[in-house]
């Protein structure tokens, strides 16, 4: 059995199942030389709440990058 996880909204305190939710997932495409170009960064899902229609992440959207800069400023400080 799967338990239902309860999602709470951080504007006005909302709380449902997924299923109450709506979700967006924002996409860029890039044209280049009339074809389709895969975007390169990553971009975390943004649920929308909705009584106040607010929309928030599960997952901080900058992670990736504040991860990715640390390591490259080690790694090259370390040189």
């Known amino acids: 059995m799967s338990e239902c996880k309860v999602l709470k909204c951080p ?3 909302f709380e449902g199942s ?3 939710f ?3 997932y924002e996409v860029t495409l890039y ?3 009339s074809e389709v170009e895969k975007e390169e960064r990553e971009r975390p899902v943004l649920v929308v709440c909705p009584r106040c229609k607010q929309g ?3 997952e901080d959207p900058y992670f990736k990058l504040r991860t990715g800069m ?3 400023n080690r ?3 370390s040189t």
């Open 70 to 72: 640390l390591y490259r």
């Open 18 to 20: 997924r299923e109450d």
């Open 75 to 77: 790694v090259h400080n």
């Open 22 to 24: 709506s979700y967006i």
């Open 11 to 13: 504007f006005c305190g």
């Open 56 to 58: 928030f992440f599960l």
């Open 31 to 33: 044209l280049v030389d």
